[in-house]
Structure formats: structure tokens, C-alpha cells
């Protein structure tokens, strides 16, 4: 048998192994490149062509361009896209890749885990919001119950629905009942105010309609957790992973964001800066958080109470037929973000936990 010189071998292995180096390389230069955009996703909260994430502690960084200013010193622009079709239009885009970073609902965020979105939740930007009803000019609406064969417009797929849902289920009834068109949140106003519907079901910029005629005769407020609303940031596991540096980044801005907004000596500035930023009537933000403590509503740990919220929501939503499986909420949540940040801006003791009761931990 002929044997081939051992220098063969020690050759070819050395160009095999140059050669897989070679192949190998541009993957990892690509693995390390630093990202050069942030993409921000968000529903269009806003109106009169005023972009915005709404009310929450991340309107407070989208105003004074915070992220931007962050990520500015790297080189790194930050891309914020709303969407006018809310929640299921950044499921799209997240389903898409088109994005890194999202703010949205508890309901809608939800639904997108629930379909398989590898989703992150990285902190919360507001607690307990509420929904409102506004009634078309002339329409006589005072219960719930008076809205059975009612013409009524909610945005399916956000999360004004699952309050929509159990605010009805009060009244023994459920979307059957109603006649139930979707539609996004400046159609609804519009055929509201035309009187095309008897009535839409949404959030505090509905007061925005009153001086047309448009009343407002109920409210989810002080009904409890199952009529409220969580929103947070959530990340796509990509991000996290390839950008774990940017994702603190970004997370440590709206923990700053959350504190500001947090303080009630910033209460009239807080509502002027949703007010100028987003063109929300002032009539309906004040109505939203008067007698609420901001502490609370902008809280951004990831506590009892907040994993019980959204166990809710996935709860309400398989009873509700709004997902047709449910996930383990806890493993969702990515807390590691917020609590890093919460210890470098020396915040650790700024909130205080909630149990899964929503009452404060350690409290008499």
C-alpha cells in the first residue's frame, strides 16, 4: 500500500483550516459589527399628524429625543416607526423583521407571543390605563347594557379589546350581541362624529370629540385590573442577543423617562408634554390620570403584579377566543435589562413592588 508523505496531511489540513478561517470570518465580523439603527416600532398614538407613543413613560424620552441623544455618540440612529394600524400592524412588521424594538399594549403583544413572535418583554411604560366609550351625537347610551344591537366600532387585535369584551360581559353580553365593525382609531372618530356608528370604544383622546357633539357616558375606571391596560417594551430575541449592550442602552433612558414622569412635582409638565407632543385634548389626559398616582402608573418593575396582569390578559384571552394558546408568561419577561439600570441610576428604592393583589409589598 502506497502511503502518502506525512506532509501532505500537515498541508492540506493547513489550507483546510485557512480556507474554513476564510469562509468563517465575514460571519463573525458581521456577528460583532455593531448595529448602526435602532428600529422602534410603536401604534400611532397620536393625532392632528402628531406621531406619538401616547401617554406612557416612553412619550416622555420620544419628546426630549433621549434615545437619540444616546445612541448619537456611537454613530447610531434610531428609527421610529408608528403605525396607524396599532398592535397587529407592528406584529407584521416584528413578523417581518423590519424591526428591533416595540412598545405596545398588554393585549396585543400577547396575541403576538402567543403566534410565535420570539418576543422579549423588557419593562413596562404604563400601568393601568383606562378605556373610554364616546356615543355619536344624539345617540342615547347610559349602561352597558343599552349597547346590545348597537353599531359600535373597537380596533381588534389591541388592547381595547379585552376591556371592550369583559366591559360587556357586565351585562351578560359579548361581541355577538353588538354589531361590532373594526377600525382603526382615526376612522372610528371620524364615523363617530358622522354618526355612521352609534358609538367607538378607545382611549382618552376621545374627549378630543366632545366639542362635536360626541358624549362620553362610560369608562372602564375603577372597575379594576381585568378593565385596564399594561403596556411595555418589548425587544425581539435578535436584538437582545446580537445588541445586549444597545438593549441596556435603551432601557436605561426609559427607566430615566419612567422616574421623571413618576414625580408629581411633574405632573402639569407631564401632561403639557403629552398634550404639545402627541395633540391628545388636555381635557382628556387630566380626566385619565386624575386621582392616580404617578409612582404607580409608571413603574417600571417588572413586580407580582405586573406578571399577574398579563397572565390575565393571556387568561381572558383563551376564554375570550381573542388566542388560541397561551405561553409561560414568567419566562417572557426579561427583567435582567430594568434591574441593571434601575441599580446604575440609583433608583432601586424610587417604586415600590406590588403582589400579585396590587398591593404594596411590605405593606401593613
Known amino acids: ?115 410565535g413572535l420570539p418576543t422579549r418583554y423588557l419593562l413596562p411604560t404604563g400601568r393601568g ?68 356608528i352609534d358609538a367607538t370604544f378607545g382611549g382618552s383622546d376621545l374627549f378630543l370629540l366632545r366639542d362635536k357633539g360626541v358624549n362620553i357616558p362610560l369608562s372602564t375606571k375603577g372597575r379594576g385590573p381585568a378593565f385596564t391596560i399594561n403596556a411595555g417594551v418589548l425587544a425581539t430575541q435578535d436584538f437582545i442577543t446580537g445588541s445586549p449592550q444597545l438593549a441596556q442602552r435603551l432601557v436605561h433612558q426609559v427607566v430615566r423617562s419612567a422616574h421623571w414622569a413618576s414625580q408629581e412635582s411633574h405632573r402639569e409638565a407631564y401632561i403639557k408634554l403629552v398634550v404639545d407632543h402627541s395633540g391628545a385634548p388636555e381635557i382628556g389626559v387630566r380626566a385619565e390620570f386624575e386621582g392616580e398616582q404617578l409612582a404607580s402608573r409608571f413603574s417600571p418593575l417588572i413586580d407580582e403584579a405586573l406578571v399577574a396582569g398579563y397572565q390575565g390578559v393571556v387568561d381572558d384571552g383563551l376564554k375570550l377566543n381573542l388566542i388560541r394558546q397561551g405561553f409561560d408568561v414568567n419566562a417572557w419577561f426579561e427583567p435582567r435589562f430594568a434591574q441593571q439600570a434601575l441599580r446604575d441610576l440609583k433608583l432601586e428604592r424610587h417604586w415600590s413592588a406590588q403582589d400579585a393583589q396590587g398591593k404594596t409589598k411590605g405593606a401593613a
Open 1 to 115: 500500500m502506497t502511503q502518502q508523505p506525512t506532509g501532505f496531511f500537515s498541508t492540506r489540513r493547513s489550507l483546510l483550516l485557512t480556507g474554513a478561517a476564510a469562509l468563517a470570518a465575514p460571519m463573525v465580523l458581521r456577528a460583532q459589527t455593531p448595529a448602526k439603527v435602532v428600529r422602534i416600532g410603536s401604534p400611532d398614538l397620536g393625532t392632528a399628524n402628531k406621531p406619538s407613543p401616547g401617554s406612557s413613560a416612553l412619550a416622555v424620552a420620544h419628546a426630549n429625543r433621549w434615545l437619540e441623544e444616546e445612541f448619537a455618540k456611537d454613530g447610531i440612529t434610531v428609527d421610529w416607526k408608528f403605525f396607524r394600524g396599532a398592535g397587529p400592524a407592528v406584529a407584521e412588521a416584528l413578523s417581518a423583521k423590519q424591526l428591533d424594538v416595540v412598545f405596545l399594549g398588554d393585549l396585543a403583544s400577547v396575541i403576538g407571543r402567543s403566534r
Open 129 to 196: 390605563s383606562n378605556s373610554y366609550l364616546a356615543t355619536a351625537p344624539g345617540v342615547k347610551i347610559s349602561s352597558v347594557a343599552e349597547l346590545k344591537g348597537r353599531k359600535v366600532s373597537v380596533l381588534k387585535g389591541t388592547a381595547y379589546q379585552r376591556p371592550f369584551d369583559n366591559l360587556l360581559a357586565t351585562a351578560g353580553l359579548t361581541e355577538k350581541d353588538v354589531k361590532l365593525i373594526n377600525l382603526d382609531w382615526p376612522s372610528s372618530k371620524a364615523a363617530v362624529v358622522a354618526g355612521e
